[in-house]
């Protein structure tokens, strides 16, 4: 607390001010004026300041205008005035002690408060420091997963890249066996055509020689059908194989 907050400084200092204010009632000399005044505390502090008969007498003689009861109530003055000037003493000593106190209080106060400041911002660079860390470590992490969902998704998309043309080089294998083996089928069916269309010209050429009985005629009927039929079914698959290619 400042000295003008402190009330142990606050009554000292009014303390103060109230001596200073009944010392000025008397002044510096009582009331008496300055010559006589001096005269009187030199006769007092050659009697030891005390009031002996002695004293009393050389006062009397030196200072003629005062009579004994002057005399004496201008040292009863002089010894409160003597009081009052050592209480006020004491009282400056104490409120100077007290606010060399308070300095000394406000400044170890200060002290502890900008330690408690330092400590603060290192707690708070520290707890920065902590959020940096963490923010680079969820960073780091971020990338890290990032990285590996990439090559897992390359790696995949490589597999499938694999796997479908695999699927391809299958699909045009299997394509292919089925237009060699349709085309082998197609040349199969054409030879064996062939060589009964060779056997009915042969019979038909055996028999030229006698009259086709009935049965005959609608035997050669019935196999030149079957064999239209079949020309037109292998054209048919020759041209869905042109189709398919």
Not at 107 to 116: I, L, V
Not at 121 to 132: D, G, H, K
């Amino acid at each position: 607390a400042r000295a003008s907050e402190d009330p142990e400084a606050t009554d000292l200092r009014d303390q103060l001010v109230a001596l200073d204010e009944e010392m000025k009632k008397g002044g510096e000399t009582g009331g008496w004026s300055s010559l006589h005044h001096h005269i009187f505390m030199q006769l007092f502090r050659a009697h030891g300041l005390k009031a002996t008969p002695k004293f009393y007498a050389e006062a009397q003689n030196k200072l003629p205008s005062m009579n004994e009861s002057d005399i004496l109530d201008h040292m009863r003055w002089v010894g409160e005035h003597e009081a009052r000037q050592g209480k006020r003493r004491m009282l400056l000593v104490k409120w100077r002690e007290r606010r060399a106190e308070l300095v000394r209080q406000a400044a170890q106060a200060d002290s502890e408060r900008q330690a408690e400041e330092a400590a603060q911002r290192r707690r708070a660079e520290e707890r920065e420091q902590q959020v940096q860390a963490e923010r680079k470590r969820k960073i780091t992490e971020w990338r890290r997963a990032r990285a590996e969902e990439h090559r897992r998704v390359a790696a995949e998309e490589q597999v499938a890249a694999r796997e479908h043309a695999r699927s391809e080089r299958e699909q045009l294998q299997s394509r292919l066996q089925q237009k060699r083996e349709c085309a082998e089928a197609f040349r199969a069916k054409r030879e064996a055509a062939k060589a009964q269309a060779a056997r009915d010209e042969a019979r038909a050429r055996a028999s030229a020689t006698r009259p086709l009985s009935q049965e005959d005629r609608q035997r050669i009927s019935a196999r030149n059908a079957e064999l239209f039929q079949r020309k037109v079914q292998q054209a048919q698959q020759a041209q869905q194989a042109q189709q398919a290619q």
